[in-house]
């Protein structure tokens, strides 16, 4: 990190356990350059210090994470091409290393899971979500598709849950998300996330590391075999689906808080309805 950074991943180490907790309040801890720096370096640092035991992803703020961030790429020059591309290799890399890590990655959330964030959260080994978590995979409304993210998505959803979430972009809440595969557990208040959470460090500090990468490497092959095989290829339909025109005109639409020209839903402006 450069004296011009500031630090937007912030790094506590406590009895064997690294905390990642992204703090960019901000813009929705989403996927700046910086972010992805420094979470990337923690991840390694993690993979490399044999007192870490396991690293746990958690987040300040009411958001987890919100996805890339376009906007700063593009005040950077980049073209809106460059800036998709740019935000796909990101995260195709940092859900690739939570996979490979040697070392459980739990998943902490408390907040929103929009865009990016599903793909840092699916690719934890364990997951856990509190009572204000929100989870939504709106691509279709904006004329996309959740490409890159289905990599460590698909595996471990429901069929039917992720037919109904990747295509309807609807809202829904922890219970659901545990229910579907999203996340392993839902935790009604913040005191049951924190003693979950507690009740899983303590298994693992119980464990050896030996154990621990062995059975990572058992529980996450048929994932990593699958991303090793369709990465590219999920990059490239991210990349035609980003410069088509769907997508143009969903994010105009979204930038300009008015509904797409493919949205059919009726409204009371539609209806002429009046509220009483």
């Known amino acids: 990190m450069t004296a011009t950074d500031s630090e937007v991943v912030h790094i506590g180490i406590d009895a064997g356990v690294m905390t990642l907790t992204l703090d960019s309040p901000g813009n929705r801890n989403a996927l700046s350059r910086a972010l992805v720096t420094q979470l990337s370096?923690?991840?390694?640092?993690?993979?490399?210090?044999?007192?870490?035991?396991?690293?746990?992803?958690?987040?300040?703020?009411?958001?987890?994470?919100?996805?890339?961030?376009?906007?700063?790429?593009?005040?950077?020059?980049?073209?809106?091409?460059?800036?998709?591309?740019?935000?796909?290799?990101s995260m195709v890399e940092l859900m690739s290393t939570i996979l490979e890590l040697p070392k459980p990655v739990i998943g902490h959330v408390d907040g929103h899971v929009r865009a990016g964030g599903f793909g840092l959260l699916g690719a934890t080994d364990i997951a856990l979500a509190g009572p204000k978590s929100t989870f939504a995979l709106t691509e279709t409304r904006l004329g996309l598709a959740p490409s890159v993210i289905s990599l460590v998505l698909v595996p471990k959803m429901t069929a039917r849950g992720a037919s109904r979430y990747f295509l309807t972009g609807e809202k829904f809440d922890a219970s659901i998300a545990a229910s579907i595969g999203v996340v392993t557990q839902a935790c009604d208040s913040t005191e049951a996330l924190a003693q979950s959470l507690g009740e899983i460090l303590d298994g693992i500090r119980r464990a050896s590391p030996v154990g621990l990468a062995a059975s990572k490497e058992l529980t996450t092959a048929t994932v990593r075999d699958e991303f090793a095989r369709l990465a590219q290829r999920r990059a490239q339909e991210s990349a035609a689906l980003f410069s088509g025109d769907d997508a143009r005109a969903g994010m105009e639409a979204f930038l300009s808080k008015r509904r797409p020209p493919w949205d059919l839903t009726v409204t009371q402006a539609d209806t002429g309805a009046t509220r009483t």
């Open 41 to 89: 370096s923690g991840l390694t640092r993690a993979a490399t210090d044999e007192d870490v035991r396991a690293v746990v992803l958690t987040h300040a703020g009411g958001t987890f994470c919100a996805g890339a961030d376009l906007g700063e790429a593009l005040k950077r020059g980049a073209s809106a091409e460059e800036a998709s591309a740019e935000a796909t290799s």
